[in-house]
């Protein structure tokens, strides 16, 4: 079902997004107000969490949004969002995905229990993410891009890691051939109203 979903996002020239990287589908705890902490192995990961993932890859996925959890017997000290081992050995390395990393929101409290919200951001980066979703205050925004810019100055991260990441982000929306022209207001309504319409008829 969510291979024939992303086919048909294609065919309607929409980016489909595979959410909760690596897998948030057997935790009792809401990543929003505490950390989910699993104790499966890699092999029960591998087969069971990251199959659907893969499959998805394999059927043309161009983004994947990483959740906020921590697999303690594959990094012990790392939340997926934070981990190269999730990131770049299993999911860019063994897995294959070229498309494009999106963090959850960094303020959700599995995270920010832990770190704060501009140091994450600058470890998420580096650790293979390409967007960061920073989902309200300005100051967590701003402190965050004041961070990653001190980074690059300072050398903890280079800049052509920066401007690869930008031109994955640029080589999806050329494929999709998205621009940044202003659009005019979407009716929510109206759209709703259509998609009801259809499935009456179904």
Request: charge should be negative; aromatic fraction near 8%.
């Amino acid at each position: 079902m969510g291979v024939a979903t992303i086919k048909g996002f294609k065919d309607s020239n929409i980016i489909a997004v595979g959410k909760h990287y690596p897998g948030h589908g057997d935790t009792s705890e809401d990543s929003h107000y505490e950390l989910p902490i699993l104790e499966h192995d890699y092999e029960r990961v591998r087969n069971i969490e990251l199959y659907p993932f893969e499959q998805a890859i394999n059927n043309g996925l161009d983004a994947v949004l990483v959740s906020h959890l921590l697999y303690e017997k594959i990094d012990s000290e790392n939340i997926a969002t934070l981990s190269k081992i999730f990131l770049y050995e299993i999911l860019r390395k063994e897995l294959g995905f070229r498309g494009i990393v999106i963090t959850d929101d960094m303020i959700m409290k599995g995270l920010t229990d832990t770190e704060s919200i501009s140091e994450a951001s600058l470890k998420a980066l580096k650790a293979g993410v390409d967007i960061l979703l920073i989902g309200s205050g300005y100051e967590n925004i701003s402190n965050s891009i004041q961070r990653i810019k001190q980074a690059v100055f300072d050398g903890e991260i280079d800049e052509f890691e920066i401007d690869r990441k930008v031109y994955n982000i640029l080589r999806v929306k050329r494929d999709y051939m998205i621009n940044n022209n202003e659009i005019s207001e979407v009716n929510v309504i109206d759209i709703n109203s259509k998609i009801k319409e259809i499935l009456n008829k179904n």
